[in-house]
């Protein structure tokens, strides 16, 4: 039998119709930038949560790290912005994913990067920032929200920054596409390995969630009902950069006053 297979995506500008409105639609510096708030109705046609998405394609990681930083810091800052987060505001980071699966390394790899202050007792900062890798359920047997769960339900954070690695529609989109959202996030959910929803409804926190597509579905017809997917040829250089990218953009963004 000879079946056609249907691609997922975790990224809502791939479910947006050419005639949506984005509330921003520019290019910046060569890259595509979009934003655009999903209400419900909105959110019922795309088939993706409410909240606040951002779209950046078209980075060119290998030659402008410096211009992508700049632009996912300042986007990173307009949201923190938004959540009107005090000074002193607890920030928990949350690096999701397999750490020894490379296109799936992103969260790990970020984490490594992140610069940590919970633990100095004179901090001079802007925020308080604590970070951790549940890792996933192969490894702890465990749901990463319930890991999570448990930490928010301790330390009570003012917000929680998930990072993860995607997946989309289109090839020309992996590792070259960032998404940002208010919305949350459901590990595992473009590659149909459904994980425990990751969201302020879920958590009681306000959630803000990056992700960079590292793999996509093959949109072709095969013999057999089986899944696959494609990552970059050059996929650790990729998460080895793209981390970094990741990672300054998150600290200059809450260094900034």
Do not use: W
Request: hydrophobic letters at 40%.
């Amino acid at each position: 039998m000879v079946i056609l297979m249907n691609q997922r995506t975790d990224m809502a500008v791939e479910n947006m119709q050419a005639d949506f409105q984005y509330d921003v639609d520019r290019i910046i510096q060569g890259m595509n930038f979009k934003k655009i708030t999903v209400d419900a109705a909105l959110a019922k046609k795309i088939k993706k949560r409410e909240g606040i998405y951002y779209n950046i394609d078209n980075i060119d990681y290998r030659y402008k790290a410096k211009e992508i930083v700049k632009l996912l810091s300042l986007t990173l800052y307009d949201c923190l912005n938004q959540l009107n987060l005090k000074k002193k505001s607890q920030i928990l980071i949350v690096g999701l994913g397999n750490d020894f699966v490379t296109p799936d390394a992103l969260g790990p790899l970020v984490i490594n990067k992140i610069e940590v202050n919970r633990h100095l007792e004179d901090n001079p900062d802007q925020y308080i920032v604590s970070a951790m890798c549940p890792g996933v359920m192969g490894q702890t047997g465990m749901e990463s929200k319930d890991i999570i769960q448990a930490i928010v339900d301790d330390f009570h954070p003012n917000l929680v920054i998930i990072v993860d690695a995607l997946a989309c529609n289109h090839a020309s989109r992996m590792c070259n596409s960032i998404q940002i959202s208010t919305a949350g996030i459901n590990p595992g959910s473009g590659i149909y390995n459904f994980r425990r929803e990751i969201s302020k409804k879920s958590l009681g926190v306000d959630v803000l969630a990056i992700g960079i597509p590292t793999v996509s579905d093959i949109d072709c017809f095969i013999e057999m009902d089986d899944n696959y997917f494609v990552t970059p040829k050059d996929i650790d250089l990729a998460m080895d950069i793209l981390s970094g990218i990741v990672a300054e953009s998150i600290n200059k963004a809450l260094r900034k006053e």
